[in-house]
């Protein structure tokens, strides 16, 4: 099946013998957008009586995108949307997001992680599987079953190439590995890369949109595909991803952008160079005690993460690039409130304050909790440190509403403070 046509045979086959509805990723790059395209030619050769599946297009944005693919991206779902609701399609569209307490600036300033690198790439789980698996699993509670169309190709490199050929398939489809009610489709497993351009560019997309900028971008990098299960490789080298990737030695698709006018990226390819100096722990930026006690680097230093807030606010002025909301700098206040060395509870009003980045509301009521917290102190003659981590792990497990591991989490706060402040009686 290597023809456009086959392949578009077998879709409206699968789509009239196999009532399962369709999920369809979608990256904004070549392979997906003719995935996109070949499905919506599907679903339009049906009379509109006929158009009777649910699908659902998923494509996910980290928070941390190349701005000017997400410019891109959004246009083209919009386009989609529109071109589904004008033909009766019964196709929804969804650009799925973390939460913001999964954010990429939430988990390196709040919770101290050092930005990512090969060993430790926990941003692909948190920010790109995450959002997608939740959907799905939301969707499957109506369905029961589903059938993913992915762009994935062989051609694409040679370990792809083998992790394909060894999946085992029925009638085409194979199971997803971690969604055991997903059957995976690849209808463009097949394709050389000139025949996927090819294609783009003789036909032009049915949604009313020519691929000629997509192929100008092309250009100058690549595209990241959309992540399902940690088998897929993560964005680097010339695909397009986070503008804040520190998982590749050079982000090609961003100094691409740059050298093509976009200066926006100067900036942006800076403060990454930043974060892979706060990654080093020989820069000092590093606790050199892991978060489970031992030896070695551990999470970023409060220090350092004020450093980190304090020019990532900056960044956000000299670009005009929304960068951070204020839903995230108030999880970040939160996790510093239960960091080691805590914060007083005003440390990001302060720098807010003072970089003049975004406005900050109540507070006014986080100065009155700081002075309950100073009389509690002095009343029953602990630290000041200990008392704040212990609040913020309760107020933590009340927002869960389950309180089963609070008085283990309280019990190793108090034992992590004491071996810090024996530590500083040692060396003091």
């Not at 992915?150 to 590995?177: D, I, K, V, W």
Request: net charge neutral; hydrophobic share 35%; aromatic share 6%.
């Amino acid at each position: 099946m290597n023809t456009y046509e086959d392949i578009k045979s077998v879709l409206r086959q699968l789509y009239l013998e196999d009532d399962r509805p369709w999920l369809v990723g979608f990256s904004g790059g070549k392979d997906s957008t003719m995935l996109a395209s070949l499905i919506f030619d599907t679903v339009l050769s049906f009379p509109i009586e006929r158009r009777t599946k649910p699908i659902s297009v998923l494509c996910t944005d980290t928070r941390v995108e190349i701005p000017a693919i997400v410019e891109m991206v959004e246009g083209t779902l919009e386009k989609m949307r529109k071109c589904s609701e004008k033909n009766g399609m019964r196709i929804d569209v969804n650009l799925l997001r973390p939460s913001a307490d999964q954010s990429f600036w939430v988990n390196i300033i709040g919770r101290g992680y050092p930005p990512p690198n090969r060993v430790f790439r926990w941003c692909t789980q948190r920010m790109k599987i995450d959002p997608v698996t939740t959907f799905v699993q939301q969707r499957l509670g109506h369905w029961g079953e589903a059938i993913l169309h992915l762009g994935a190709r062989r051609a694409e490199s040679s370990s792809r190439a083998q992790t394909m050929a060894g999946r085992e398939s029925r009638n085409g489809l194979h199971r997803h590995p971690d969604l055991p009610r997903v059957w995976v489709s690849n209808p463009i497993e097949f394709l050389r890369t000139e025949e996927v351009w090819t294609y783009l560019l003789q036909n032009p997309n049915p949604w009313g949109e020519s691929n000629r900028s997509l192929f100008a971008l092309y250009a100058r990098s690549g595209e990241c595909p959309i992540q399902i299960d940690t088998s897929t490789p993560s964005c680097g080298k010339s695909r397009f991803g986070c503008w804040t990737c520190t998982v590749v030695e050079r982000d090609k698709a961003s100094e691409g952008l740059l050298a093509s006018g976009d200066e926006r990226m100067e900036d942006l390819l800076e403060f990454r160079e930043t974060l892979i100096h706060y990654r080093n722990p020989e820069n000092g930026k590093r606790d050199m005690r892991r978060m489970n006690g031992s030896d070695g680097p551990g999470p970023l230093t409060m220090t350092a993460r004020r450093e980190l807030l304090t020019k990532l606010l900056k960044l956000q002025e000299q670009t005009g690039l929304k960068v951070i909301s204020e839903d995230e700098l108030f999880l970040i206040q939160k996790h510093w409130k239960a960091a080691r060395q805590p914060d007083d509870g005003g440390g990001v009003g302060r720098i807010v304050t003072r970089q003049r980045g975004i406005i900050m509301k109540d507070w006014k009521e986080v100065n009155r909790l700081r002075d309950l917290e100073e009389e509690v102190v002095a009343e029953k003659g602990i630290r000041a440190d200990t008392l704040r981590r212990l609040l913020a792990k309760v107020e933590e497990h009340s927002e869960r509403h389950r309180a089963p591991g609070l008085p283990d989490d309280m019990l190793n706060i108090l034992k992590d403070d004491m071996e810090h402040e024996k530590a500083t009686l040692e060396n003091a």
